[in-house]
């Protein structure tokens, strides 16, 4: 076992505990674009993204501290109202 037979694992930091995971192992949202707006979960698309564990603990303090709509640089307002539920469905 030597460090060049470890494939490159992109990581990203979870927005709830801010530990560093595989990508992979991290649900991402997205701003969408476009006047509708709103935050895409999953998405596979570019843009502005944020991670977060699939832990309820760490979606749920993300969102007590206002950690995701300040990732993902969401405009005043622009937070869908739904968003906390359709999170914790996702990962529950
Ligand atoms: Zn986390």
């Not at 037979?5 to 992109?10: C, D, G, T």
């Not at 832990?55 to 993300?62: I, L």
């Amino acid at each position: 076992m030597t460090l060049a037979s470890v494939p490159h694992i992109p990581l990203r930091r979870c927005v709830g505990c801010g530990k560093q995971r595989p990508q992979s192992e991290l649900l991402r949202l997205s701003l969408l674009p476009g006047p509708a707006g709103g935050i895409d979960v999953n998405a596979r698309q570019g843009g502005r993204g944020a991670y977060l564990c699939r832990d309820r603990k760490c979606v749920t303090r993300a969102l007590a501290r206002g950690g995701l709509p300040r990732a993902l640089r969401t405009p005043q307002g622009a937070w869908p109202t739904d968003m906390a539920e359709r999170l914790l469905e996702t990962v529950s």
